[in-house]
């Protein structure tokens, strides 16, 4: 067995620490493209730093995003709950963490998701879906178009 310390160790040398910004962790390894994606990461000029498939005590692998000199907006931030929620943030400023946050699945969502009803609108023109969450554990969704259910084993990604 690995002392937490020298596992610590192990994480912080695989993805270094940073100065300022946000560190994004406990991610399900499989979803750290789409928590990219999501959050728009593809198209900023900051420096990112990330890795995936490392060993964690609670997912089993994870994956972890850092991000130099950005402090999300929670609404921004609470975007990935749907893919990774229990992804953890914390907030980095001179070297410490001073704040962890933890994600929270909203209580509207605009795009990410399908619509589950192959007859609605969404799914047949240019429109961006937008849900009432009508339950968050397990999840459930309320279309605005088509006022049909989407519930977690549904849920698709758009
Ligand atoms: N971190 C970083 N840069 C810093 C400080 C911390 O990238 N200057 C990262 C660490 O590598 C870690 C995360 O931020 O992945 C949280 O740091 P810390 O709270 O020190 O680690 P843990 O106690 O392991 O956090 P937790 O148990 O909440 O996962
Ligand atoms: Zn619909």
Same mark, same amino acid.
């Given at each position: 067995?690995?002392? %937490? !310390?020298?596992?610590?160790?192990?994480?912080?040398?695989?993805?270094?620490?940073?100065?300022?910004?946000?560190?994004? !962790?406990?991610?399900?390894? %499989?979803?750290?493209?789409? *928590?990219?994606?999501?959050?728009?990461?593809?198209? $900023?000029?900051?420096? @990112?730093?990330?890795?995936?498939?490392?060993?964690?005590?609670?997912?089993?692998?994870?994956? +972890?995003?850092?991000?130099?000199?950005?402090?999300?907006? !929670?609404?921004? $931030?609470?975007? +990935?709950?749907? $893919?990774?929620?229990? =992804?953890?943030?914390?907030? +980095?400023?001179?070297?410490? *963490?001073?704040?962890?946050? +933890?994600?929270?699945?909203? !209580?509207?969502?605009?795009? @990410? *998701?399908?619509?589950?009803?192959?007859?609605?609108?969404?799914?047949?023109?240019?429109?961006?879906?937008?849900?009432?969450?009508?339950?968050?554990?397990?999840?459930?969704?309320?279309?605005?178009?088509?006022?049909?259910?989407?519930? =977690?084993?549904?849920?698709?990604?758009?």
């Amino acid at each position: 067995m690995e002392s %937490k !310390d020298n596992e610590k160790k192990k994480l912080k040398l695989k993805v270094s620490a940073i100065n300022e910004g946000t560190v994004i !962790d406990h991610i399900p390894a %499989k979803s750290l493209f789409k *928590v990219i994606n999501i959050l728009g990461l593809d198209k $900023i000029e900051n420096q @990112i730093t990330f890795g995936t498939n490392l060993d964690s005590k609670k997912l089993g692998t994870k994956a +972890i995003i850092k991000v130099s000199d950005i402090f999300f907006e !929670d609404r921004e $931030i609470n975007k +990935i709950a749907l $893919i990774a929620p229990n =992804a953890q943030l914390n907030i +980095i400023k001179d070297y410490e *963490v001073v704040e962890k946050k +933890i994600v929270e699945i909203p !209580d509207k969502i605009n795009g @990410i *998701v399908k619509c589950f009803n192959p007859k609605c609108i969404t799914n047949h023109e240019k429109i961006t879906t937008c849900f009432n969450v009508i339950n968050k554990t397990p999840i459930s969704l309320k279309c605005k178009y088509c006022e049909k259910i989407t519930t =977690a084993e549904q849920i698709r990604m758009s």
